[in-house]
């Protein structure tokens, strides 16, 4: 057998050619990191999770008293609003169950990293400080849709007489409004919570924010019962995209072309609030800039 000359056994082996990227490109790592987000709130939810079974029986009995309230205002009426009896009881499980997904604290979050400084450092970091929130928004959201929104939704189909759609389009069409609510609903509480930095102390914008959302958004009454003239307002206004439309497709008040219409709404609201967001955000890295060096 014929040996290898030396010369072989100790050339180096050839160079990378130029411009061949390396394996894990910055844009994965930044994706990675992204995701990890994602997975780290939704172990750190996993860990109190306890917590959230009580949250299940708080939500089941909101449920509840809104039934039997409403139940009292039907009587032997048939239909309110637009709601048969049936499609109101149905609408009031299912849009706090979907709040269960779409709720979170982010604006609380954002406005405490400002008040302790340690946005400072958040906004010096290779990633994106509102878009990592908002992946952490979502990790929150997934944990609370598996259990806390699905077993929630359950005991409260076994309680109340819900009534789910039939038709594959209604279910598609919710799935995907569901996760629009979050998307919109998140990107009012960063707007609210970067408001810290020109609010001495934004507590109260806080509160507001919320007795609104949950209000205006039909929550509490669904918006077909507002006066006329303060449910066309609240037509021209994001709330209704987080929980009235989603909830009028999951009842079957809204059907066929009609629920990609109402699509269409949540997909403008979220394209029209990443403006202010985006513009909030610069002016808010300015001012810490300039004021913090």
Do not use: C
Request: proline share 5%; charged share 15%.
């Amino acid at each position: 057998m014929s040996k290898r000359p030396s010369s072989e056994l100790t050339s180096p082996r050839p160079a990378r050619p130029e411009g061949r990227k390396p394996r894990h490109s910055g844009k994965r790592l930044l994706l990675d990191a992204y995701l990890d987000f994602i997975r780290i709130r939704f172990l750190t939810m996993l860990a109190y999770r306890i917590n959230y079974y009580t949250g299940i029986l708080i939500y089941t009995l909101n449920i509840g008293v809104n039934y039997f309230t409403w139940k009292a205002i039907y009587g032997d009426g048939d239909s309110l609003g637009g709601f048969t009896a049936v499609q109101m009881t149905t609408y009031v499980a299912v849009s706090w169950m979907a709040r269960a997904f779409y709720f979170n604290n982010l604006d609380r979050e954002i406005s405490s990293d400002i008040r302790d400084g340690s946005i400072a450092i958040q906004f010096i970091r290779p990633y994106n400080y509102v878009f990592a929130k908002m992946m952490q928004g979502l990790g929150e959201g997934m944990f609370r849709f598996l259990l806390f929104m699905i077993p929630g939704m359950a005991i409260a189909m076994l309680l109340f007489p819900v009534q789910l759609p039939t038709a594959p389009s209604a279910w598609a069409g919710f799935l995907v409004m569901l996760i629009f609510s979050f998307l919109i609903n998140s990107q009012i509480n960063v707007i609210t919570g970067l408001s810290a930095f020109f609010i001495e102390n934004n507590e109260g914008v806080m509160r507001m924010k919320r007795v609104l959302v949950d209000l205006f958004s039909g929550l509490i009454v669904p918006i077909s019962l507002f006066p006329g003239w303060l449910s066309k307002v609240l037509e021209v206004l994001p709330f209704q995209a987080i929980t009235y439309l989603p909830g009028s497709v999951f009842t079957g008040r809204v059907q066929g072309v009609g629920i990609w219409n109402v699509l269409g709404i949540q997909v403008f609201w979220f394209a029209a609030l990443i403006i202010p967001m985006i513009l909030l955000y610069r002016a808010a890295r300015q001012r810490l800039f300039v004021q913090g060096g």
